[in-house]
T-cell receptor, first 114, second 114 residues
Framework: GAGVSQSPRYKVAKRGQDVALRCDPISGHVSLFWYQQALGQGPEFLTYFQNEAQLDKSGLPSDRFFAERPEGSVSTLKIQRTQQEDSAVYLC????????????FGNGTRLTVT | QKEVEQNSGPLSVPEGAIASLNCTYSDRGSQSFFWYRQYSGKSPELIMFIYSNGDKEDGRFTAQLNKASQYVSLLIRDSQPSDSATYLCAVDPLEAGNNRKLIWGLGTSLAVNP
C-alpha cells in the first residue's frame, strides 16, 4: 500500500508567516509522530499521537508550534509567526500498535524561513 | 538524560569489505533497538530492528545486541557503493505510559569506495 505522504515537499516562508504542514500516514497506523531534523543531526522528537489523542507534545519548541490529528488519520503541524531557527526538515512517521512496530517515515517537508 | 551515542564518522570502507557501525545507549531499561539508513536529502528508512541479545541477520545486514554492555551494532557485509549513507541508531526506552518516543543518535556517515 501507499507509504506516509507529506506535503508540501518544500516550503519557503517569510519570517512571521504562518505555515501548515500535512501528513497522511499509512492507513490503519495508530501512532503518528512529528520530528524536526536539522542538517547533520538526528531527528528530534516534536509530538506524538495515538489515534486522535495527542499523548506527548513535550518536544514542541515553543507555543508557536501546534499539531492536530482530529480524526485519527491525517495530521497537520502548524507553525505560527515563523522564525529563521524554524528552518529544518519536518518529518512525519507512523507506526502500527504492535510492541516493536517500526516507524515508517514520509519524505519530509523542507521548511526554509527567509 | 537518556542518550544514544554514535561515532559521527565518516567511516570509509572499500567495496566488498565489512562495514561495522556501533551505537551505545545510556538507559539500561531500553527494550527495542532500530537501525535506519538515511541517504542525503531523503528520509530515514528502516534497515533492521532487534530486541533480544545476540545477532539478527537479514541479507547482508547483521544487527548485534549486548544489553549488558548497552551496545548495539550493525554489520554490513560485501559493502556496496549504494550503501553509502548515514546510519541512524534509535532506541526505544518504553517509558511508563505506553508512550513510544525513540531516542536517536546523530548518525554515522558511511562511505563505500569503489
Amino acid at each position: 500500500g501507499a507509504g506516509v505522504s507529506q506535503s508540501p515537499r518544500y516550503k519557503v516562508a517569510k519570517r512571521g508567516q504562518d505555515v501548515a504542514l500535512r501528513c497522511d500516514p499509512i492507513s490503519g497506523h495508530v501512532s503518528l509522530f512529528w520530528y524536526q531534523q536539522a542538517l547533520g543531526q538526528g531527528p528530534e522528537f516534536l509530538t506524538y499521537f495515538q489515534n486522535e489523542a495527542q499523548l506527548d507534545k513535550s518536544g514542541l519548541p515553543s507555543d508557536r508550534f501546534f499539531a492536530e490529528r482530529p480524526e485519527g488519520s491525517v495530521s497537520t503541524l502548524k507553525i505560527q509567526r515563523t522564525q529563521q531557527e524554524d528552518s529544518a526538515v519536518y518529518l512525519c512517521a507512523s507506526s502500527s500498535r504492535g510492541y516493536n512496530s517500526p516507524l515508517h517515515f514520509g519524505n519530509g517537508t523542507r521548511l526554509t524561513v527567509t | 538524560q537518556k542518550e544514544v551515542e554514535q561515532n559521527s564518522g565518516p567511516l570509509s570502507v572499500p567495496e566488498g569489505a565489512i562495514a561495522s557501525l556501533n551505537c551505545t545507549y545510556s538507559d539500561r531499561g531500553s527494550q527495542s533497538f532500530f537501525w535506519y539508513r538515511q541517504y542525503s536529502g531523503k528520509s530515514p528508512e528502516l534497515i533492521m530492528f532487534i530486541y533480544s541479545n545476540g545477532d539478527k541477520e537479514d541479507g547482508r545486514f547483521t544487527a548485534q545486541l549486548n544489553k549488558a554492555s548497552q551496545y548495539v551494532s550493525l554489520l554490513i557485509r560485501d559493502s556496496q557503493p549504494s550503501d553509502s549513507a548515514t546510519y541512524l541508531c534509535a532506541v526505544d526506552p518504553l517509558e511508563a505510559g505506553n508512550n513510544r518516543k525513540l531516542i536517536w543518535g546523530l548518525g554515522t556517515s558511511l562511505a563505500v569506495n569503489p
